[in-house]
C-alpha cells in the first residue's frame, strides 16, 4: 500500500509560479510512475505530467514550456514546478503514482491540492 500527501498549491496571480510536492510513504520501494493530474470545475481529470521511477517524462502540450516535472527517489517525492500560471491552470491538482506501471494512471491517488490563478 502507498500513501501520498501533497503539498504546495495556493492561490497566485497570473504569471506567478508555484511548486507542488508529493511524498509517497508506504511500500515505496515498489512506486515506479508518479504523476499530476488536474481537475477544474466541470471538467473532466486530465493529466498534466507524468515521470517515471528512470526519469522517463511526459508533460501535456497546455503546460509544455511552463511546468515542469521531477522526482527525487531517494525522498520518493515528485515535483511539478508550475511557471508563468494561466486562469485556466485553476484546478484540483490530483498526485497519482503506480507501484508496478511506468504509465499513468496508477493505482494511487491524493487527496488533491487546489491551485488557484487569479487574472
Known amino acids: 500500500q502507498v500513501q501520498l500527501v501533497e503539498s504546495g498549491g495556493g492561490l497566485v496571480q497570473a504569471g506567478g509560479s508555484l511548486t507542488l510536492s508529493c511524498a509517497a510513504s508506504?511500500?515505496?520501494?515498489?512506486?515506479?510512475?508518479m504523476g499530476w493530474y488536474r481537475q477544474a470545475p466541470g471538467k473532466e481529470r486530465e493529466l498534466v505530467a507524468g515521470?517515471?521511477?528512470?526519469?522517463?517524462?511526459n508533460v501535456a502540450d497546455s503546460v509544455k514550456g511552463r511546468f515542469t516535472i521531477s522526482r527525487d527517489n531517494a525522498k520518493n517525492t515528485v515535483y511539478l514546478q508550475m511557471n508563468s500560471l494561466k486562469p485556466e491552470d485553476t484546478a484540483a491538482y490530483y498526485c497519482?503514482?503506480?507501484?508496478?506501471?511506468?504509465?499513468?494512471?496508477?493505482?494511487?491517488w491524493g487527496q488533491g491540492t487546489q491551485v488557484t490563478v487569479s487574472s
Open positions: 515521470i517515471t521511477r528512470g526519469g522517463t517524462t
Open positions: 508506504g511500500s515505496t520501494f515498489s512506486v515506479n510512475a
Open positions: 497519482n503514482a503506480d507501484p508496478i506501471s511506468r504509465r499513468l494512471p496508477g493505482r494511487y
